[in-house]
């Protein structure tokens, strides 16, 4: 994990992209120390001229936390590195982890990560080491068989993908395990699974 301390605000949580710092729209409006529902319904637009999202990130997009900084400071926002190359320690979410290590995003059950910006993240390390192992029978580590019918889990999982939805227009506070586990009396790592299946819907979901 990765920390800005501006004098704009305290500790802004932030991801390692590329061996950059990055965080979400609500940690731009912890930056500009303003709530996120009064950031995107003042300046989050005309943020997003001057700052894009990184490439490749989506639930949470995510943002380089030098521009984001130079914007909220009202300086010229610099210019990214041509070229960024992947670093062993950048933070994946669970699809990213899971395609680094060959696996689908359901299926990620690495022992450690971290919550931070709503979700759970693995390093690219940890992500790429895993890539190849698999238990008797084939199965990867910690994937579980699905029945085709419908199950109460596929209920949770598309609740919890309406309630990220949510989250992600400011509706509400950023979504996180431990939300969903005393929501649904579940484990932690149940609800980390329901958590996945849900962005993995979110994902499958036509784009407007």
């Known amino acids: 994990m990765a920390q800005y301390s501006g004098s704009e605000s305290a500790d802004v949580p932030a991801v390692q992209r590329h061996g950059r710092p990055a965080t979400d729209a609500a940690g731009v409006a912890q930056l500009a120390g303003t709530s996120l529902r009064t950031w995107q319904r003042n300046r989050h637009s005309e943020f997003v001229q001057a700052v894009r999202p990184l490439e490749g990130s989506k639930q949470p997009l995510l943002y380089d936390l030098a521009q984001a900084a130079a914007f909220v400071r009202g300086e010229d926002v610099p210019e990214l590195p041509e070229h960024s190359d992947e670093h062993p320690d950048d933070m994946l979410t669970d699809a990213e982890a899971g395609a680094a290590a060959g696996i689908s995003a359901s299926a990620v059950r690495m022992p450690s990560g971290v919550e931070l910006l709503g979700r759970r993240w693995w390093t690219r390390a ?42 992600e227009r400011g509706e509400r506070e950023p979504v996180t395990t431990a939300e969903v586990a005393e929501r649904y009396e579940l484990t932690a790592r149940t609800a980390e699974r329901t958590v996945a299946r849900a962005r993995e819907l979110q994902d499958e979901a036509p784009q407007p």
């Open 126 to 167: 940890e992500a790429q080491a895993r890539r190849g192992v698999v238990r008797h029978r084939g199965r990867i580590p910690g994937s579980v068989n699905r029945s085709p019918r419908e199950r109460p889990a596929d209920v949770r999982a598309r609740e919890v993908a309406a309630t990220l939805a949510a989250a």
